[in-house]
């Protein structure tokens, strides 16, 4: 996690991620959900809080944070995942009226719309 010579107390901050992803137990390979929970949000969620608040300071940011996990998937949703909701696209394909997530993807494309003409 790129923090060894940067914290003050690299073990401590170690022992903080086990306990708040992996709830204090050693990580094991069937943690994936707890592990793409970490690494989004060391590599994205983090840093782009960071870059907001600096162009925050120049112009007018919107920040979102999208959770909703896909019906029927063992993981969180990670970068660029909600996109399987507004387009069709070659690594998630159409969503169908039949498609549990359907109505919600109706209401996301509704809503980015509005978004885009009204502000």
């Known amino acids: 996690m790129l923090y060894d010579e940067t914290a ?3 073990c401590a901050v170690t022992s903080k991620i086990r306990d708040r ?12 959900k ?5 690494n989004d949000e060391r590599m994205m969620t983090q840093c782009l809080r960071t870059a907001a608040e ?5 112009n007018q940011v919107y920040l979102f ?3 909703k996990v896909r019906y029927g998937s063992p993981v969180t949703p990670g970068h660029a ?8 696209t ?4 159409e969503i169908l009226p ?11 494309v509704s809503s980015w719309v509005a978004f885009a003409r009204d502000g």
């Open 8 to 10: 003050d107390d690299p």
């Open 90 to 93: 070659l690594a998630f394909g």
């Open 54 to 58: 600096q162009f925050a300071k120049h």
């Open 65 to 67: 944070n999208f959770t």
């Open 98 to 108: 039949s498609d549990p997530d359907y109505n919600f993807s109706k209401d996301m």
């Open 21 to 32: 992803y992996f709830n204090g137990e050693a990580v094991t390979a069937d943690m994936v």
């Open 34 to 38: 707890e592990f793409s929970d970490l």
């Open 81 to 88: 995942d909600e996109l399987q909701y507004l387009f069709t």
